[in-house]
């Protein structure tokens, strides 16, 4: 029997199950805050339940079943009860062996059927890559270059925009690939030192994956393979920038010192340098030295990044998009940022005029400098100028937005940053407070999610 949940979900094209678990995901979510159940919040589904419940074997249980009627606005027994006739009508023309105008309006019109063809296609493509990879096995050839330089540039450019488990097959992939070939011996010295730099660009991006799954130790690992590969390539950009990644992940992962010490010595490699790097690492330091309760050295370090930022040129990092180019509105969040961890933002006039204008500086999902992390932080961020301006109702509001990010876009910076707002709730005067209870209690929900979400 075709139940109608399968209908809808084949009309909604989330067949594939990383498509609809995002989806029931968000709908437990949801439900959670709106019942006040907190178990809900981790329930999750495997692979094999979802694919017997698609195909009918087996019938959704206990808090699925309230969280699927939530996700499709339907009584469960609706949803598990046969297809309406049209549904049946239209997915059994599609096996009919007719051919009609009809058919191929219901093929263009399903979502599901596009996803597979979608998936088919790629398939195809990779399964003709490796062909022409192999048929160049003496050598590195220009097909072998030209494909990777074009996926680690595509790669480069999404990663800010999307969840973690999108990319990171490729990007494993792609780096075994780069190794293989350095270790083959077969590249011509130009060759190579173009391998080092893709290979220290794609170790870089799975440093701040490992970063992201918060395990630090394993992202300094892959940042120290980035500046093997980057010193091999002679990439002093790249040289420049892997120190400014140490300084990221030491942040966050509460070695400040650390974080200060990586930040100099980047800059220090990065005197000759136009590109925004430059700007990155004065704004590291400052953050850095802002938890280290260094008022002068927060100043100091964000007048040299707006300094550097009036001489700044696009190069080939910045060219690259994502995490390898650092706009103006990254900044403008990394001096809020830097401000309110000093302490007495209250004493800092226009601080949360400063923290609204960083966060409309990632209001449209459009723009290519748009990043769902720095998005995140940018509203963490203005809820802690709030709360020190006494605003508790605005802070509640400045956070919310990350509080509803699906669990895939959870990853440790933004579990972190939104931490910090918990901690503030901690404090008088707003301790007490019914609202301060209840936001603490779902940000405690909202860090009880496991990076490994972003896997799913």
């Given at each position: 029997?075709?139940?109608?949940?399968?209908s809808?979900?084949?009309?909604?094209?989330?067949?594939?199950?990383?498509?609809?678990?995002?989806?029931?995901?968000?709908?437990?979510q949801?439900?959670?805050?709106?019942?006040?159940?907190?178990?809900l919040?981790?329930?999750?589904?495997?692979?094999?339940?979802?694919?017997?419940?698609?195909?009918?074997?087996?019938?959704?249980?206990?808090?699925?079943?309230?969280?699927?009627?939530?996700?499709f606005?339907?009584?469960?027994?609706?949803?598990?009860?046969?297809?309406?006739?049209?549904?049946?009508?239209?997915?059994?023309?599609?096996?009919?062996?007719?051919?009609?105008?009809?058919?191929?309006?219901?093929?263009?019109?399903s979502?599901?059927?596009?996803?597979?063809?979608?998936?088919d296609?790629?398939?195809?493509?990779?399964r003709?890559?490796?062909?022409?990879?192999?048929?160049?096995?003496?050598?590195?050839?220009?097909e072998?270059?030209?494909?990777?330089?074009?996926?680690?540039?595509?790669?480069?450019?999404?990663?800010?925009?999307?969840?973690?488990?999108?990319?990171?097959?490729?990007?494993?992939?792609?780096?075994?690939?780069?190794?293989?070939l350095?270790e083959?011996?077969?590249?011509?010295?130009?060759?190579?030192?173009?391998?080092?730099?893709?290979?220290?660009?794609?170790?870089?991006m799975?440093?701040?994956?490992?970063?992201?799954?918060?395990?630090?130790?394993?992202?300094?690992?892959?940042a120290?393979?980035?500046?093997?590969?980057?010193?091999?390539?002679?990439?002093i950009?790249?040289?420049?920038?892997?120190?400014?990644?140490?300084?990221?992940?030491?942040?966050?992962?509460?070695?400040?010192?650390?974080?200060?010490h990586?930040?100099?010595?980047?800059?220090s490699?990065?005197?000759?340098?136009?590109?925004?790097?430059?700007?990155?690492?004065?704004?590291?330091?400052?953050?850095?030295?802002?938890?280290?309760r260094?008022p002068?050295?927060?100043?100091?370090?964000?007048?040299?990044?707006?300094?550097?930022?009036?001489?700044?040129?696009?190069?080939?990092l910045?060219?690259?998009?994502?995490?390898?180019?650092?706009?103006?509105?990254?900044?403008?969040?990394?001096?809020?940022?830097?401000?309110?961890?000093?302490g007495?933002?209250?004493?800092?006039?226009?601080?949360?005029?400063?923290?609204?204008?960083?966060?409309?500086?990632?209001?449209?999902?459009?723009?290519?400098?748009?990043?769902?992390?720095?998005a995140?932080?940018?509203?963490?961020?203005?809820?802690?100028?709030?709360?020190?301006?006494?605003?508790?109702?605005?802070?509640?509001a400045?956070?919310?937005?990350?509080?509803?990010?699906?669990?895939?876009?959870?990853?440790?910076?933004?579990?972190?940053?939104?931490?910090?707002?918990?901690?503030?709730?901690?404090?008088?005067?707003?301790?007490?407070?019914v609202?301060?209870?209840?936001?603490?209690?779902?940000?405690?929900?909202?860090?009880?999610?496991?990076?490994?979400?972003?896997?799913?």
């Open positions: 029997m075709a139940t109608l949940l399968r809808l979900i084949d009309e909604k094209g989330w067949k594939d199950y990383r498509t609809f678990i995002d989806q029931y995901h968000q709908a437990a949801s439900l959670a805050a709106k019942v006040r159940d907190s178990s919040t981790t329930h999750t589904v495997s692979d094999r339940t979802y694919e017997r419940w698609y195909s009918g074997r087996v019938t959704p249980q206990n808090d699925a079943r309230r969280i699927l009627a939530h996700l606005m339907r009584p469960i027994h609706e949803l598990l009860s046969e297809a309406p006739a049209k549904e049946r009508l239209l997915m059994g023309n599609r096996f009919s062996g007719q051919f009609s105008l009809s058919d191929t309006n219901v093929r263009a019109a979502g599901a059927e596009q996803q597979k063809m979608g998936r296609a790629a398939m195809a493509a990779r003709a890559i490796e062909f022409a990879m192999g048929a160049e096995h003496n050598e590195v050839g220009p072998t270059m030209a494909y990777l330089q074009d996926e680690t540039r595509r790669i480069a450019g999404i990663y800010t925009r999307v969840p973690l488990g999108a990319v990171l097959d490729d990007l494993t992939q792609l780096q075994d690939r780069a190794f293989r350095l083959s011996g077969r590249a011509k010295p130009s060759q190579t030192r173009d391998l080092y730099f893709l290979a220290s660009l794609l170790s870089g799975l440093a701040k994956a490992s970063h992201d799954l918060a395990d630090p130790a394993s992202a300094m690992m892959q120290r393979t980035a500046a093997v590969c980057a010193d091999k390539a002679e990439h950009g790249m040289s420049a920038w892997v120190r400014g990644l140490q300084s990221l992940i030491s942040y966050w992962a509460e070695r400040p010192e650390d974080a200060l990586f930040a100099r010595q980047g800059a490699a990065a005197t000759d340098l136009t590109g925004s790097v430059t700007v990155w690492l004065a704004g590291l330091e400052a953050r850095a030295a802002a938890v280290l260094d002068e050295s927060v100043a100091a370090a964000n007048l040299r990044g707006r300094e550097a930022r009036d001489r700044t040129a696009s190069d080939d910045d060219e690259l998009g994502g995490n390898f180019v650092f706009p103006a509105c990254r900044q403008d969040y990394y001096e809020v940022e830097a401000t309110v961890l000093l007495h933002s209250d004493a800092v006039p226009g601080l949360v005029t400063r923290a609204e204008q960083a966060v409309q500086g990632f209001s449209d999902p459009d723009d290519p400098h748009w990043a769902f992390g720095d995140a932080g940018a509203q963490s961020n203005l809820a802690l100028a709030r709360l020190g301006s006494g605003d508790l109702d605005g802070a509640a400045a956070v919310q937005p990350v509080l509803d990010l699906p669990p895939a876009q959870r990853n440790a910076g933004i579990i972190g940053s939104v931490d910090r707002v918990r901690v503030s709730l901690l404090r008088e005067p707003v301790r007490d407070a609202v301060a209870r209840d936001l603490r209690d779902e940000i405690a929900m909202f860090g009880r999610q496991l990076p490994l979400a972003l896997l799913r």
